[in-house]
């Protein structure tokens, strides 16, 4: 191995130690919340795309899981931040862990690559650039991910919470 490869190597795993330990605050941290509002579940950590992800699963129906993800998910990225303050409080460094709750942010991921894939294959019958509807940072990534793997481009326009993609011809 050269000097480069293997700072390289080192810098890989510090960023996957680092991730990992993110991980741990927020899963401590949910698992405090769980508790204060006596909900059964049980937390899942991860690392995707250099960032942690964790996620709180339950076995017995997620009827009361429900309540933390809310209308259109409102709860849920509430907590997202709330656990992404109590990472930063412990390491000083910014959070952009993700948080699923119920298996909804997976479920939508799903449901927006889809959209992004069918406003793509709109502009390309058509040649004419496709508005989409208001919608979340997260959701807005996954679209521009999705239009982008179809071989076009996109663009986020307005402001929040009004902020929208426009998927625009090649």
Request: no cysteine.
């Amino acid at each position: 191995m050269t000097e480069g490869t293997t700072s390289a190597a080192a810098e890989g795993a510090d960023t996957l130690t680092r991730l990992e330990q993110e991980g741990e605050i927020a899963a401590d941290y949910l698992e405090g919340l769980l508790d204060i509002a006596d909900l059964d579940g049980d937390i899942d950590m991860d690392v995707e795309a250099d960032r942690a992800a964790v996620s709180i699963i339950s076995d017995a129906g997620s009827r009361d899981l429900q309540k933390l993800v809310g209308r259109d998910g409102e709860v849920l990225e509430a907590l997202q931040e709330l656990t992404r303050l109590a990472v930063h409080r412990d390491t000083g460094d910014r959070s952009r862990l993700m948080l699923d709750i119920a298996g909804y942010r997976a479920k939508k991921r799903t449901e927006l690559s889809e959209l992004g894939a069918k406003a793509a294959a709109e502009v390309k019958n058509t040649g004419e650039a496709v508005k989409l509807n208001p919608m979340t940072p997260f959701e807005r990534k996954v679209v521009h991910d999705a239009v982008k793997a179809a071989g076009l481009r996109s663009e986020s326009e307005g402001e929040e919470p009004q902020r929208f993609v426009v998927v625009l011809p090649a």
